[in-house]
């Protein structure tokens, strides 16, 4: 698989390989130390790929696939979706 983000500074991917059949999950790892876990780094789900299909989803959470999503509208932190009203649209779009 090549992810085609590139992971921010302080930040790296990690790729849970099957995670469901076919389904690998990629998780977001902060690697700063916070006082409550102790200093363990910190992850959050990014999203799922479909290794069969080759498709990117978006997460309901961290266990759960969402929706399918075009790569080329996710973001290095997350694959979940901008939801804007339409004025928010009329600007950042």
């Known amino acids: 698989m090549e992810f085609p983000h590139k992971a921010p500074d302080g930040f790296s991917y990690e790729f849970e390989e099957n995670f ?3 389904v690998t999950r990629i998780w977001l790892r ?3 130390k916070y006082l409550y876990n102790h200093g363990e780094p910190v992850r959050t789900v990014w999203g799922f790929y479909n290794v069969k299909n080759k498709k990117y989803f978006a997460p309901v959470n961290s266990k759960q696939v969402g929706k399918e999503v075009n790569i080329v509208d996710t973001r290095d932190y997350t694959a979940m979706p901008i939801n804007r009203n ?3 649209s009329a600007f950042y779009d």
């Open 20 to 22: 469901k059949r076919n």
């Open 86 to 88: 339409p004025l928010m």
């Open 30 to 32: 902060h690697h700063y």
